[in-house]
């Protein structure tokens, strides 16, 4: 028998607020008996009549986000008294700086070696310059002031000497 339809027993948030739960419960749809941590959490965070008149004050069909949101905040919050999700959210974010890095430093490398392949006959390769009046860098994207010069004596002093070389030990 499946008895997480049987309707006859109260709600979660009902029966810790020891009270009957009414058919038009406004926890009874997102506040299921089975789960009876979800709402202890809310309310111990929030209070029961704070979640009641947030849940009033949305439409029906975004109460069961808006529950799961403070179910997720509340959590949150007793596992980390101090900071809550914001702890996970700066975590998050020192994560996605740290890996923008790395990915600004691989782009810069596959620069790098893109300009060390290429066949060394960049003095037939000028910049076309002659309208000097736009003169508005058109190499900037590559960072340098040289334009696409790229000079191949110089890698071995490369601050990112990541090519496997040993320094010095050998
Ligand atoms: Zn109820």
Redesign the pocket.
């Known amino acids: 028998m499946a008895s997480s339809s049987y309707s006859n027993s109260?709600?979660a948030?009902?029966k810790f607020l020891r009270r009957k739960?009414?058919p038009d419960?406004i926890?009874?749809p997102y506040?299921p008996p089975e789960e009876p941590q979800k709402f202890a959490n809310v309310h111990k965070i929030f209070g029961a009549s704070n979640v009641s008149k947030l849940l009033n004050e949305v439409q029906p069909y975004q109460r069961e986000d808006a529950v799961n949101s403070l179910a997720y905040e509340a959590e949150a919050r007793i596992k980390d008294p101090v900071y809550g999700c914001v702890g996970a959210i700066s975590v998050l974010q020192r994560q996605v700086l740290r890996l923008q890095k790395e990915l600004d430093a691989t782009n810069a490398e596959l620069i790098r070696y893109s300009c060390n392949e290429m066949p060394s006959t960049h003095h037939g390769m000028r910049r076309v310059s002659d309208d000097g009046g736009g003169g508005d860098g058109g190499g900037s994207s590559l960072g340098h002031s040289h334009g696409f010069h790229c000079p191949t004596t110089s890698w071995n002093n490369d601050p990112c000497g990541n090519y496997g070389y040993p320094r010095g030990d050998i």
């Open positions: 109260p709600c948030a009902c739960c009414m419960c926890f009874a506040f």
